[in-house]
């Protein structure tokens, strides 16, 4: 019961994180981070490649990409590699299935299988 | 078995193949080697997995051979039935006669054919496996406004040509004016051949903010050392401030003072300083504005040829270090422009547009 309380309270931290930083930049920002919530490591090639690959339609801007790896929604955890925290992640993941669906983010999770062999 | 030829097949796909799937002979001799060593020799199904391994090196290019492998297998004499009517194929003429009561008994042979033919006629326009074909080409795209092209054909444009060279130009007018003086022809006139002496110094704030822009300033040095003419390039790393030390490679592992850096810096040195200057992250704080002023005047001694490339766009300065910092050196966003405009200031040449007045 506390576990599932915490992983709420996770959430809802990760979702006030998410909206914060997309008050403060452009709601295309958004798009990017469900992407970017997908791989556990983040690397600004790999940001580059997901917005290249699956964001012109949307015109993220190149910015785009330095302002998710400096926000407060990724964590540097070694040389030019980025992870997000869990509740973030986990709430982006979620919203994603809602507004995108499941087989979006089996395509996703197949360009990146690709992308890392 | 005497009408499938294996190698026959390899060649007409690696005809249709060798431009998409970039193959070379190599590739091409590959396959013959395992079609003759046996290996898919045995029937189609065999000979396409075969040539699968050997060819198709991505999930798109799996799927792209399987459309063009249907199409040639359809062009094939005997495609399916063959494989599994090895033996029978001899007495097609005694079974095909009872099947005629309702007469005409050859054309259910070649009607398969013209049909897969027809329908797979439209294949080729491979979109329709739209997740899958984008995985073709991952190292494309510019990575940022500026790229490594760019920054390659503008390195050109920093010069100091000093005719240091050996004197092998014929100088004809030299010439023709030594001939009247003297009254006759002597010796033609050489001048000696002018060398890009240009003396590059890059500064390059690295990890941190900067980390998402480690491609662009390996690119930048990259191009510059290898890619340009320029004689002379020298490169240092820091973290935030170039305060006392400086690095000489990019992990920030080989101190270097700062003083002795700078040491072969004269007036003809080309400064290029890269960093965000606070602007990624929006910071503005006044003790690196500070410790980068005395800095920047500490540069200025030595040569006035210092320029900084920031980045990050300009409309992001706003509100950070990089606002006030701008006052004080000329600096530029990162776009083709931008390094066009720092290249024209390192070389001593007043901006002739009016792009960036900080």
Known sequence: MD?????????IQGRQQVERFVWRFDPSYQRLAYYAALPLILTPELLNYLRNQLLREVRVPWVAEV????????????????????????YLLSQMEQELGKERIETVAKLLIAYVR | MSDFQPEAMVTRLFHRLRREFNLGLREYLVALDAVQGGFGAEDLDSLKMVLQLLWCHSVSHRNQFGFIWEEIAAEQPKPLPKSSEKPSRSEETPIQPPDPSPQTPAPPEPRPLPEDRAGLKPLPVQPPVSPTDLDDAPELRLYFPVSRRAMTYLWRYLRRPIADGPASVLDITATVKQVCRQGFFLAPVYRRREVNRAHLLLLIDQDGSMTPFHRFTRDLVETAQTD?????????????????????????????PLKS?????????????????????????????????????RIKQQTTLVSWLNPMPKDRWQGSSAEVLAYLVPMQQMDDDGLSNAIDIVRGQPLAHLYSES
């Open chain 1, 3 to 11: 576990e599932v309380t915490s992983l709420e309270q996770e959430q």
């Open chain 1, 67 to 90: 302002d998710l790896l400096l926000s407060d929604l990724c964590r540097p955890v070694g040389y030019e590699q980025y992870a997000m925290d869990s509740g973030v992640r986990s």
């Open chain 2, 228 to 256: 340009s003419t320029l004689e002379q390039v020298e490169v240092f790393y820091f973290h935030n401030l170039p305060f006392a030390t400086v690095y000489q490679d990019a992990y920030l592992t080989v101190p270097v």
């Open chain 2, 261 to 297: 850096a700078l040491a072969s810096c004269d007036r003809d040195t080309s400064v290029l300083i890269v960093s965000d200057a606070g602007a990624a992250r929006g910071y503005r704080r006044m003790e690196r504005i500070r410790e980068t002023t005395e800095f920047l005047t």
